[in-house]
């Protein structure tokens, strides 16, 4: 049985059809804007805050849980792995960011926890 729509039902179908258009539309803008430095692409995907947190837990303090504080966290996780060879670089760029921008994540820190963590975590390095 074929079911009639109703010019509401139209019109709702066609206002979910372009939200979704935008919503693609913003995510392939957002995905565009990569960190514009070595293996930036890949800190895209992580996240700075996250990739510091993470770092951190890894490295100085086992307690701290941030990081776990976004579903994704497995994926980033392997991410993390397979980078190795620019970790010491991206906290080098992580002090040089934008304290706004850095406020914007999701793991709850703030700039100034971000990059004081990235600060002791290169400290660590030169020992």
């Known amino acids: 049985m074929l079911r009639k729509f109703s010019i ?3 019109q709702y179908v066609k206002k979910v059809s372009l939200q979704d258009k935008n919503n693609k539309c ?5 995905m565009g804007r990569a960190f514009n430095f070595k293996g930036g692409e890949y800190l895209t995907t992580i996240g700075a805050c996250w990739f510091v947190s993470y770092s951190y ?3 100085i303090d086992s307690t701290h849980t941030n990081w776990q504080e976004v579903e994704t966290w497995p994926d980033r996780v392997r991410t993390f792995q397979r980078t190795m060879e ?3 670089y991206w906290l080098e760029q992580v002090l040089n960011m934008n304290d706004l921008k850095l406020n914007t994540n999701k793991i709850h820190l703030k700039a100034s926890q971000v990059k004081q963590m ?3 975590l290169l400290k660590c390095k030169e020992q």
Request: proline share 0%; glycine share 0%; net charge positive.
């Open 8 to 10: 509401l039902d139209l």
């Open 26 to 30: 913003k995510r392939k803008e957002l």
């Open 57 to 59: 837990y890894k490295k």
């Open 86 to 88: 620019y970790h010491e």
């Open 118 to 120: 990235a600060k002791i």
